[in-house]
Each structure stands twice: as C-alpha cells, then as structure tokens.
C-alpha cells in the first residue's frame, strides 16, 4: 500500500526565513504533485513533477523530486505571510493510475511577521 | 481561465437522505475524479471515471455511492443513504486535456453536513 508522509505537520516561520518541507513516499512512482490549499478552500496546484530530478520554481517556492529516494522537497525561500496555507504532496497511487492520487496529511505553514 | 465548478457549495442534509452533488469538469477533459476531505484531515481519493465508466475506485466509495455522467457536461457524485460520518467536503477534479501537463484540476468543493 502506497504511503505518503510530509514533515513536518506544522510549520510557524517568521518572514524572511527559509524552510524546506519533505514529502517521503512508499513505493515507485514518476508523478509527484504540489498542492496549497487556504482554509475552507480549494486545491490550489503547484507543481508536477514528471521525472527524476525535477526542479521547478515558482516565486518564492521551488520543489524538487528524487525517484531512487522517493522525496521530494518543497523549499520557501524569504518566506511572507502571504504563504500562509496548508501544503500538500501527492503521490499517483496504484500502479500509477492517472489521477488517483494518495494525498500526504498536509503541513500547515505560518509565516509570522 | 477554465474551471472546474461545483454544485452546491454547502448541502445540509438529514441522515439517511439522499444527496447528489454535481460537477462541471473542464470541457476538453477525458477523466474525473471525486475526492473527499473531512474537516482538519488529508484528502482521500474516492473514485475515477473514465470513457462512461468507473475506471477505479476506494474502499470508501461502497454501495451507497455512485457516479454518473448524465450529459457531455456534468458528472454527479450521489450519496443513497447519509451517514453522519459522510460529512465532508467533496472535491471533483478533472485531467486529460490536449495538450496533457499531467495536471490535475479541482472545483472549489462542495461541504456536506449531515445531521
């Protein structure tokens, strides 16, 4: 069975800090997604990841993915309130069936001024 | 900027009613999705649809769920039979466009509160 895991859970920052979060996942997989969600809200994509060694970069955040160690890494750089949210790693579960992704259990960021 | 929509986007239901809740995926999109995320916890994948039919499906999604794609737009995720413990927000989601980014696309959900 395919298991997800983020750490950490719960992240307080303050502005201007780096801080990198983990996403370990349990069996093989090409496809590894980023996504941030606000309270009560939606799920906002952030990355994809579709090979070994992916790196993309997106403002202040840029995420990365190793195949052979099953990670990949959110990194936030210069942190701003306004990044305050919830993150979440995905993982294609079952074989890679597209889009039936199993969802780590989210690591609650809170950039403090 | 295409989107997927959802409707309702707050349903409060008695327990043992019936509840559809519906989604409009994105037009050029071949495979949809319905998740569900109870309150404070990690989303869970319910159930892929795919060419007309189930192509997957969880060990949450038992007898009292089903899907449906009625027409060439919306896809309905029916609950027979609230449970108080299907209370939940319901994410519909959408891929498989040309060209494919491998991308996922979710609605803004709809919350369920059974009573």
């Known amino acids: 069975e395919l298991k997800v895991e983020q750490n950490p859970l719960f992240l307080s920052m303050q502005e201007g800090k780096n801080y990198t979060i983990y996403c370990n996942y349990s069996?093989?997989?090409?496809?590894l997604y980023w996504y941030r969600q606000d309270p009560g809200k939606s799920l906002e994509s952030l990355f994809v990841?579709?090979?070994?060694?992916a790196v993309k970069q997106e403002g202040r955040l840029m995420a990365s993915l190793d195949t052979k160690a099953r990670l990949s890494t959110l990194h936030i750089t210069a942190a701003v309130h306004d990044l305050s949210a919830t993150y979440f790693c995905?993982?294609?579960?079952?074989?890679?069936?597209?889009?039936?992704?199993?969802f780590g259990k989210g690591t609650k960021l809170s950039v403090k001024p | 900027e295409p989107e997927v929509t959802q409707t309702p986007s707050h349903q409060v239901t008695q327990m043992g009613q019936e509840v559809i809740l519906r989604c409009v995926p994105i037009?050029?999109?071949?495979?949809f999705y319905w998740y569900r995320q109870i309150l404070g916890q990690k989303v869970e994948f319910l159930v892929s649809?795919?060419?007309?039919?189930?192509?997957?499906k969880s060990e949450i999604f038992d007898d009292q769920f089903s899907v449906e794609r009625p027409d060439g737009s919306n896809f309905t995720l029916k609950i027979r039979s609230t449970k108080l413990e299907d209370s939940a927000m319901y994410f519909c989601?959408?891929?498989?466009?040309?060209?494919?980014?491998?991308?996922?696309?979710f609605g803004e959900g709809s919350r369920l509160t059974v009573l």
């Open positions: 989601a959408s891929t498989g466009g040309y060209p494919d980014t491998g991308e996922l696309f």
């Open positions: 069996t093989t997989s090409d496809r």
């Open positions: 990841l579709l090979s070994n060694g």
């Open positions: 995905a993982v294609e579960g079952n074989g890679g069936s597209q889009g039936n992704l199993i």
């Open positions: 037009s050029n999109h071949l495979y």
């Open positions: 649809f795919y060419n007309n039919e189930i192509s997957e």
